[in-house]
């Protein structure tokens, strides 16, 4: 095992099936025309209720609910039969055959001159609403896995990967920030998975990570590190302890600030998502969900009303309300005192929900593990797959 491995060979091939579920959201290289033999055009399902997945239970009925783009257009990746884009009447499946570079896709984001672009598992790749291109294929990204992708502000171009850590590309150069990480808790190269980028209203990005590594915040000069209490590492769910390979006191400190009120809940995040007070909200593998108003973190778990089981995606709908998906356990709002819980039994096309998007009209996207796609209205829920089977 790598130095500061903490999981045996069985825990680590689990942990790779997990991580593969959950993440399935230059240079003028590659351009690829769409073909113009309608036989090799993007498919299109236009009759009657609209469907996108043809398959169920497998790991291509991974859906991620990524982007809806300034001409209205809503995009889905999958974890194996591309993207698809839904126009309000009918989905359009986008393959290697149409020009993506790979059809196990992460993430989809519409950049400011209006390409979208896809971060998938053979790199990145972007189109222009007529051909993809593959860019960026240099050195140890010619085949990056890509995991998560955000353009700031001023435009640079920021991605997480599955090995490598983080890049920036701003224009020009390639910057890679995060790939020597070396606390004790980092479960190898092969795990440095970057999950979630968000820019908060100051300006400061944060990036997740499921490899152990919390959080970061980068101010445009510096990364800060948040991680758990000495307490979370003195006795781990996970079986992880810092005393198995160091003494506690002669390490910790070198890791945390013990007096600190800075302490996350968990030291793997899947998803950031920023309310519109300014707070951020933070979604744990096993400890629920914690809040951080730039001073101290709040926690939501099962004793403030709250399942606190693998946590994979928060957003912060229009009228104020904070959705959270969860893997077992369907979708959670709550609207600032009290939690609801939506299942199956009330419409849900699956409990194990990995992603949730608002469009413009105020709906809910939820995309499932291995079930397909469905949409909320505030009243009922709509399915989007062939199959309309629940679990």
Not at 208 to 230: E, H, I, M, Q, T
Not at 256 to 280: H, Q
Request: net charge positive; with cysteine; hydrophobic share 30%.
């Amino acid at each position: 095992m790598h130095k500061g491995s903490f999981y045996s060979v069985a825990q680590y091939g689990q942990l790779l099936l997990f991580l593969l579920i959950f993440t399935i959201s230059c240079h003028g290289q590659g351009t690829t025309n769409l073909p113009k033999d309608s036989k090799s055009k993007p498919k299109t399902t236009l009759e009657g209720q609209p469907k996108m997945i043809r398959t169920q239970g497998v790991l291509s009925g991974n859906v991620g609910c990524d982007l809806q783009d300034k001409a209205g257009n809503v995009w889905f990746s999958t974890g194996g039969e591309g993207v698809y884009r839904y126009d309000g009447k009918s989905f359009t499946n986008f393959t290697t055959k149409d020009g993506l570079n790979d059809n196990d896709v992460s993430a989809i984001i519409e950049d400011k001159s209006g390409n979208i672009v896809f971060g998938t598992k053979s790199g990145l790749c972007k189109y222009d609403g007529k051909s993809f291109t593959n860019y960026l294929k240099m050195g140890s990204l010619s085949n990056a896995h890509i995991t998560c992708l955000l353009e700031d502000r001023d435009e640079n171009l920021w991605f997480g990967t599955m090995g490598t850590g983080i890049y920036r590309y701003d224009g020009k150069s390639l910057t890679n920030f995060l790939n020597n990480d070396d606390h004790p808790f980092n479960l190898g190269a092969h795990y440095q998975l970057i999950m979630d980028i968000l820019q908060d209203k100051n300006g400061n990005l944060w990036f997740s990570s499921w490899n152990g590594g919390g959080v970061w915040r980068y101010d445009g000069k510096s990364f800060k590190n948040f991680l758990p209490s000495a307490d979370y590492y003195r006795s781990n769910e996970d079986g992880r302890s810092v005393t198995s390979y160091l003494p506690v006191t002669s390490y910790l400190p070198k890791v945390i600030n013990p007096l600190s009120r800075e302490f996350l809940t968990d030291d793997m995040i899947f998803s950031i998502a920023e309310d519109k007070v300014g707070n951020l909200w933070f979604s744990s593998r096993r400890h629920g969900a914690c809040r951080y108003d730039g001073k101290s973190f709040t926690s939501f778990r099962e004793k403030e009303g709250f399942v606190s089981y693998g946590i994979t995606s928060i957003l912060e709908d229009k009228k104020g309300n904070i959705w959270l998906a969860t893997d077992k356990n369907g979708v959670f709002r709550y609207d600032g005192k009290t939690f609801k819980n939506f299942t199956t039994k009330d419409g849900l096309i699956n409990n194990s929900v990995r992603s949730i998007l608002e469009d413009k009209a105020g709906n809910l996207w939820f995309g499932t593990r291995s079930f397909g796609l469905c949409r909320y209205n505030g009243k009922t829920f709509t399915i989007f797959s062939e199959n309309e089977a629940r679990q």
